[in-house]
């Protein structure tokens, strides 16, 4: 027993703490099994100088003390109470002595600096804040990203600053009101954007006791994304035009310049006839285009994306051309593929088959061709099986069939097939309104290729309309190119026109500037008349009618004087 008071030794041992027990005196009046161990590791404990101002403090009042404090390698908690509210003579001193040690102590320091400097240097603004949304603590970068610093928000509730319009919306509302994580977009009264993501910490009963806010600057990716959308839009809207462009390139009408009632009239015929898939025979001199109105029907029809195959008639031997038309067996003759191969109108199945030049077919080959047109179906040479196809002939010349049926170079009943539907283009003299269009067509064409911006000059298109024209709209860009880079000058003129015609071959005459041996200077006429008429004829065949040679003559004085 301790005085009056009732506790005994059986007592104090019983206590979960080491315990001392203090008189007025500061002396121990009793202590249990678990302070004399503690006392013995560490007389520390028992220090006069550091207890004797608590136990002073602990007398002189009725409320409970605690202090910490480090006694040699550890750190104790010292609690300070009275055995009982009557008995004032006497203090229990309970020491807990479970605490680390002082490494562990100093590590645990180090550990909350390390924290601390990463909380402070962090890239990414942390806030903290309490169940309530009070803000508890916030990194220095906030500054930046908000505009305010720390002191501005420390102590301020969420609410009123999302109120204030410092932030929107309040991650931290958010997550109290969603109880759960948060990540969002969230902007700031200073024009940023910031990727937000709030987490909540719970107690061990489930209870919101902080909120953690992690929030990034995407403000630049923001603005990046934006213009990577800009430059979509822009993509886009290039492509657009780009297809259209293409489209308009690929429309049957761009590649039609006219501006004269009588090809007007040839147009709408082609137009009303491409929705059907009658037989079109086309007529014209030499160069007017046919070809490019056998295109134009082509691309206006429903097969215009099934293939478009040309054959030009007089431009290959007869002995090829069967082989080309119809194709082969392999074996069929010497020289043959092995595999075979298919012919023309094989290849144009599901498309259009423009067969230039018909006119010049050789008569074996003509009643081949009608039965074909006639029955859809064809035999490859060495081969007796049929095959059919799905075709849309048309046919083009600049002969007069008609004369031809009457004289007995054409067949009639293969005219009557193929001049279903006559289309005559007029020559290039007879809507001389088409010329300069045309002219401009091209030299727009060259200037864009080339990237230069030549001009055509007053005297250069006067000039231009006067002349007749013989070989058509196909002399007419070859002289519009040659004109074009023989100028040095941008404005093309007269003068230039003049030399790209080669006026003096009016004339009928050959210039001689100088004495010259006789065979050097037959061979310089004879290489300017085949390079003129290189470049108003289409074929070989066509340049030794006019020329009154063979054809074999014309392709051997080509190769000689390199006619290009």
Not at 116 to 130: N, T
Not at 369 to 396: C, M, Y
Request: net charge positive; glycine share 4%.
């Amino acid at each position: 027993m301790l005085g009056n008071t009732k506790i005994s030794s059986e007592t104090i041992e019983k206590l979960p703490l080491a315990s001392i027990i203090y008189d007025e005196n500061f002396s121990i009046k009793m202590l249990n099994t678990k302070a004399q161990k503690a006392i013995q590791l560490n007389r520390e404990i028992i220090n006069h100088r550091k207890l004797a101002p608590l136990l002073k403090k602990a007398f002189a009042t009725d409320i409970p003390l605690m202090k910490s404090f480090c006694c040699g390698d550890k750190a104790y908690q010292f609690f300070f109470s009275r055995i009982s509210e009557k008995d004032k003579n006497y203090i229990l001193v309970s020491i807990n002595s479970s605490w680390p040690l002082q490494q562990d102590y100093e590590r645990y320091k180090e550990e909350s600096e390390d924290l601390k400097a990463i909380f402070e240097s962090s890239y990414d603004v942390l806030y903290v804040s309490d169940h309530k949304g009070n803000t508890l603590r916030v990194s220095a970068a906030c500054k930046h990203i908000w505009g305010v610093s720390e002191e501005q928000l420390v102590g301020k509730n969420v609410l009123d600053l999302e109120k204030e319009g410092v932030y929107q919306p309040s991650i931290t509302r958010l997550v109290l009101e969603n109880k759960k994580k948060i990540s969002t977009v969230q902007s700031t009264k200073n024009n940023k954007r910031l990727l937000v993501v709030g987490t909540p910490i719970k107690n061990k009963q489930g209870e919101i006791i902080r909120v953690v806010n992690a929030s990034r600057d995407i403000t630049d990716i923001s603005n990046l994304q934006q213009e990577i959308q800009q430059l979509k839009c822009l993509i886009n809207e290039y492509q657009r035009e780009l297809s259209k462009l293409q489209n308009d390139r690929k429309a049957p009408s761009s590649s039609l310049v006219y501006k004269s009632k009588k090809l007007e009239a040839a147009v709408k015929l082609a137009k009303r006839v491409a929705a059907v898939d009658s037989t079109v025979l086309i007529l014209g001199e030499t160069g007017v285009g046919k070809e490019v109105f056998a295109n134009f029907i082509h691309e206006m029809s429903y097969r215009k994306n099934k293939p478009f195959i040309k054959i030009n008639c007089s431009a290959i031997p007869e002995n090829l051309l069967e082989s080309e038309l119809f194709g082969y067996e392999k074996g069929a003759f010497t020289g043959a593929n092995r595999e075979g191969k298919k012919g023309l109108l094989e290849l144009a199945n599901h498309g259009t088959l423009l067969l230039d030049e018909i006119g010049d077919m050789p008569l074996s080959l003509q009643i081949k061709l009608l039965r074909v047109i006639q029955e859809r179906t064809l035999q490859r040479i060495g081969s007796t099986k049929a095959i059919h196809i799905n075709v849309r002939f048309i046919a083009a010349t600049h002969r007069d069939l008609a004369e031809a049926v009457d004289i007995g170079k054409f067949r009639q009943d293969l005219y009557y097939r193929l001049n279903v539907i006559p289309i005559h283009l007029p020559p290039l003299r007879e809507r001389k309104e088409d010329i300069l269009s045309l002219a401009t067509h091209f030299l727009t064409t060259l200037n864009n290729k080339y990237h230069t911006s030549k001009t055509f000059n007053s005297t250069f298109t006067e000039k231009l309309t006067e002349y007749e024209w013989p070989g058509n709209i196909r002399e007419l860009q070859n002289v519009v190119e040659r004109s074009y880079v023989m100028s040095d000058s941008d404005d093309l003129t007269s003068e230039t026109l003049a030399i790209a015609l080669n006026e003096t071959k009016k004339s009928k005459s050959v210039l001689v500037k100088e004495i010259m041996p006789l065979k050097e200077c037959v061979e310089f006429a004879e290489k300017e008349l085949l390079q003129m008429a290189f470049e108003t004829c289409k074929t070989t065949v066509e340049m030794a009618k006019l020329l009154e040679v063979n054809q074999s003559t014309i392709s051997r004085k080509i190769a000689k004087y390199n006619i290009r």
